[in-house]
């Protein structure tokens, strides 16, 4: 058994390692307490500059087809950073983990409604929230919102 | 409402912003009664940020940024954001927080709203000097919040904002922030406790977010007694416990003392007893928390761990031919004793005695592969993770984060961004050696505890000559620059230098000066251009040029301090604002 990571990277076309001796190239990594299982990775392709690629993208070639990044950056306007598009990304999986019930979730907004997360969130475990935001002061005048809202967007 | 600002709006991306502040306006309807939020100006991990205006009560219009943390935060990791902004920031480029608002599960953080510019579309027009600038700033900021004992853990563009008009910076996000062991921050060593109970995996939150595919990682089954790298091992429970002379000795010294001491420490006890508790929480692939647990400990086994660790550290290092092993795994065998803590066993002798051959060699077999994964925090974004990190040292400190500021120095000098680009950690580590150097990398990783074998020898590179080749400056070849295949399988060349991991002693400095004195293959492999920065500046060039005909060596020093792939040896960033390319700021 290997590490979920090196899972991941197996998926990529990255060869986790077996019992035996690893395949080159690789890279190979233990505490030295020897405790703990050692973690290595093939590379197939070891990472290398690529002189080729223009600024401002990564000199990294990315080998694995999953990720095709570099190309698409190098070409991209000014408002589609390489963040937006991760985010882009996350958007439509929306699966996640929800560190108040501890549990996965496949849809966060169908997660929010469950009985368990609804409970949670009434909960008194957001005392600590609101023992600090005690201490802040409020400086904002309160406006009529929809009112307000409507008139500023129109100008 | 909703309906005639969506009209308004031309694009289906501001239609959908409008959705999302209306739904926010739903979640927490005070927010209506005091902002005006006309836009969605960012989407981090795990929050979506909004831009609203407000009527202060002096009279005057402001504008904020409110940051919408998704509802599945916990709110002791909320709270100790929250915590993180009002305590440390609002000063020193550090974005503080103005308010906070609560409803249920959906938490707003209010914060003076910072107009900028995004790294990665201004990166190919930034001046030198506004580089120089930008990562002085930088190290201010860190240095301001390393002082409260936050280790921001996931410093890069995105979370250092930058307004090149007014010449303003402002670091945000304490998301990921934890603390060191003596943090100010209360929320943050709340955590470390919680977590300690708890237990917990190593997964951040990032981390999981890129991972959601993989399969879960195996449930971790230990946790390592031993304390989070302190910044300030003054007030350390490590400290005090390991160094009779604390206060006589220099900061510094203590810090690599610290660092190589506890960044050895093996695993106290395998947590393999099955609580409730324990049990239940395993099952998650990314507890509350859970990355948390690794930096913290009962007190008494940081008190009384570090001395025996130094002793370990130095048989293990010499562990190297069979013989040996046996005294080691004999000497390992008290510490889990006495650090358990009352729920542990210590039924982990009985794999320990279980040695194997493949220790530093490019083998494995069903002896090492059987024994439990190590956990360490890793949450952050991949490319800026540091060695220690990539490694999985459970012992990480201020130091990450300013191995990540080196990463931005490195991004903004070459004009790549982003500069490493990998989809698994070691994958990152490898393609750091190939900036780095591999034998580099092998022998500082040793200084924190961690055998690295690479199969092939990756050289240094020059720093200058690698930013300006990737500037375009220098010409590079048509193709793909062949790396040297030395073949050399790299354990051959383990262990050679014990003093590395004594904290006593001073690791040898490699490479003291980055700048140009080490053979590497990118200059080798390209032409070597003159130099050209002495050269008379005519001002038109000079303008085109932007300064980048005329980077002083101080950036590249600074750089290759930045990047020091021992986190013991590496630039603290209270020193990198002494640096001499600071030196008229
Ligand atoms: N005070 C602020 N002013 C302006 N923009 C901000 C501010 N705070 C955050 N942002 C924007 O929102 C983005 C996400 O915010 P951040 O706090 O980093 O959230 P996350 O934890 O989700 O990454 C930032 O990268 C930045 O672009
Ligand atoms: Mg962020
Ligand atoms: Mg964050
Ligand atoms: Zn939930
Ligand atoms: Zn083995």
Avoid at chain 1, 56 to 84: L, T, Y
Avoid at chain 2, 217 to 241: C, E, G, V
Avoid at chain 2, 366 to 388: D, H, L, W, Y
Wanted: aromatic share 6%.
């Amino acid at each position: 058994k290997t590490s979920g990571k090196a899972g991941s990277a197996a998926k990529q076309g990255f060869q986790k390692c077996k019992a035996g001796r690893i395949s080159k190239p690789f890279v190979k990594v233990e505490d030295s307490s020897r405790h703990y299982r050692p973690i290595s990775l093939t590379m197939p392709n070891m990472p290398v500059f690529n002189l080729k690629t223009l600024p401002p993208c990564s000199p990294f070639f990315v080998h694995d087809k999953v990720n095709p990044g570099i190309k698409q950056q190098g070409h991209r306007g000014v408002k589609a950073s390489a963040s937006e598009e991760r985010t882009n990304v996350r958007k439509k999986k929306r699966g996640g983990y929800c560190e108040c019930c501890l549990i996965k979730y496949e849809n966060v907004s169908m997660h929010l409604k469950s009985e368990r997360h609804k409970d949670f969130s009434k909960s008194d475990e957001y005392l600590v929230v609101d023992q600090l935001v005690s201490t802040l002061h409020c400086n904002f005048l309160h406006i009529k919102s929809q009112v307000e809202r409507m008139k500023c967007s129109v100008s | 409402v909703i309906k005639q600002d969506g009209g308004r709006r031309k694009s289906k991306v501001s239609r959908d912003a409008d959705i999302e502040i209306e739904n926010l306006y739903k979640a927490i309807p005070q927010l209506a009664k005091v902002f005006r939020i006309t836009d969605k100006i960012g989407e981090g991990t795990f929050s979506s940020v909004f831009l609203g205006e407000a009527q202060m009560h002096d009279g005057r219009r402001a504008m904020f940024a409110l940051k919408h943390l998704i509802p599945t935060s916990h709110p002791t990791r909320i709270a100790a954001e929250l915590q993180c902004l009002t305590v440390a920031g609002g000063t020193e480029s550090v974005i503080g927080a103005t308010y906070c608002f609560r409803k249920e599960d959906h938490v707003v953080i209010v914060m003076p709203y910072m107009e900028h510019q995004a790294i990665v579309d201004i990166i190919g027009s930034l001046t030198f000097e506004e580089v120089r600038l930008y990562i002085y700033h930088l190290m201010k900021a860190l240095r301001h919040v390393h002082q409260f004992g936050i280790i921001h853990r996931d410093i890069k563009p995105n979370n250092f904002l930058y307004n090149r008009k007014s010449n303003t910076y402002a670091l945000v996000d304490f998301g990921l922030a934890q603390g060191t062991a003596d943090t100010q921050i209360e929320l943050l060593k709340v955590v470390r406790q919680r977590a300690a109970l708890k237990g917990g995996g190593p997964m951040g939150k990032q981390d999981t977010a890129q991972r959601s595919k993989a399969p879960p990682r195996p449930p971790p089954k230990t946790t390592t007694a031993s304390t989070s790298l302190p910044p300030r091992p003054s007030t350390s429970l490590l400290h005090s416990s390991s160094s009779s002379s604390s206060s006589s000795a220099t900061r510094k010294s203590l810090v690599k003392k610290a660092r190589c001491v506890s960044t050895t420490v093996p695993t106290s006890a395998s947590r393999t007893n099955h609580t409730k508790d324990l049990s239940g929480l395993r099952k998650q692939p990314r507890p509350v928390f859970g990355e948390r647990n690794l930096n913290s400990c009962t007190p008494a086994a940081a008190t009384t761990k570090p001395a025996a660790i130094k002793a370990e550290l130095v048989k293990s290092s010499k562990t190297e031919d069979p013989a040996n092993r046996r005294y080691c795994a004999a000497g390992r065998g008290p510490l889990p004793v006495r650090t358990q803590s009352a729920s542990q066993k210590p039924q982990r002798a009985v794999q320990q005695g279980l040695t194997c051959s493949c220790y530093q060699s490019d083998r494995v077999c069903n002896i090492c592969m059987s024994r439990k994964p190590q956990v360490a925090p890793r949450a952050g974004t991949p490319g800026f993770r540091a060695p220690e990190v990539l490694t999985k040292c459970p012992n990480q400190g201020t130091a990450i984060d300013v191995w990540s500021a080196g990463v931005i120095l490195l991004s903004l000098l070459s004009g790549r961004y982003p500069f490493f680009k990998a989809s698994d950690d070691l994958i990152a580590l490898t393609q750091i050696m190939t900036v780095r150097g591999s034998r580099e990398t092998i022998r500082a990783a040793k200084a924190f505890g961690k055998a690295v074998a690479c199969s092939r020898e990756l050289p240094r590179q020059d720093l200058r000559t690698l930013c300006e080749t990737l500037r375009g400056r220098r010409p590079s070849p048509d193709e793909v620059t062949p790396l040297p295949e030395a073949n050399r399988d790299s354990t051959s060349t383990r262990l050679h230098n014990i003093q590395d991991a004594t904290p006593t002693h001073r690791p040898a400095e490699q490479h003291k000066d980055g700048a140009g004195e080490n053979p590497s293959s990118l200059s080798s492999a390209l032409p070597n251009q003159q130099e050209v920065r002495n050269s008379e500046p005519d001002c038109k060039v000079e303008l085109d040029e932007r300064g980048w005909d005329r980077v002083p060596d101080e950036a590249y020093h600074l750089l290759d301090r930045l990047l020091d792939l021992n986190p013991g040896t590496r630039m603290t960033a209270a020193q990198a604002l002494q640096h001499p390319l600071f030196k008229d700021l």
